[in-house]
């Protein structure tokens, strides 16, 4: 399939690294450059950017394939789903997701008093000016947010320690060919 494509129709778009928000018009020629927890980052004439996956439409013959569907709310509750969920979050520059490039530094699961679940994630970035941040962390929490039983997620952005390449995990480093 080919990796360039039209925009059908203008779409909300977020400039990678600087974080801001920006239309694409209607009519633009993008390239695909990563499809990965199912949001889109395209290439154009006036550099990268990140169409979230709920816009993917506004790309003329784009079909988003399997690996971009979120995972299913369904099932219990448990640790594991919440890594699992934060495994389709990704940087839209890297193709690995944010757990292996070892961005997550802590996990913090408690019951509220009606029953539910409550998430706390402190996580870094790769770099501390990368106005990708926010964009990130949101669809980190909006993912855990849809877990059953989550009744509240927050994500906390944090520079201590401060995140070095030695802290992505052996699975990441294979990915980026670093092995």
Known sequence: MSQNHTLVREVSATVIPAGDIVTLPAG???FIVQTLGGNVTVRTDRG????????????????AGPEAAAPA????????????????????????NIVDLGLIYDLALE???????????????TAPGCGMGPVIA???????AALPTVEQAKVHIVWDPQWTPQMISEAGRKALGLE
């Open 111 to 125: 019951r509220t008093p009606t029953g539910g679940q409550s998430v706390e994630v402190k996580m870094t970035l």
């Open 138 to 144: 949101e669809d980190a929490r909006q993912k855990i």
């Open 48 to 63: 990268l950017f990140r169409i979230a996956a709920k816009d993917a439409s506004a790309i003329g013959g784009y079909t």
């Open 28 to 30: 633009a020629e993008v």
């Open 73 to 96: 709310a369904t099932g219990e509750f448990n640790e594991q789903a919440v890594w699992g969920a934060l495994k389709t979050c990704f940087d839209p520059e890297i193709p690995v």
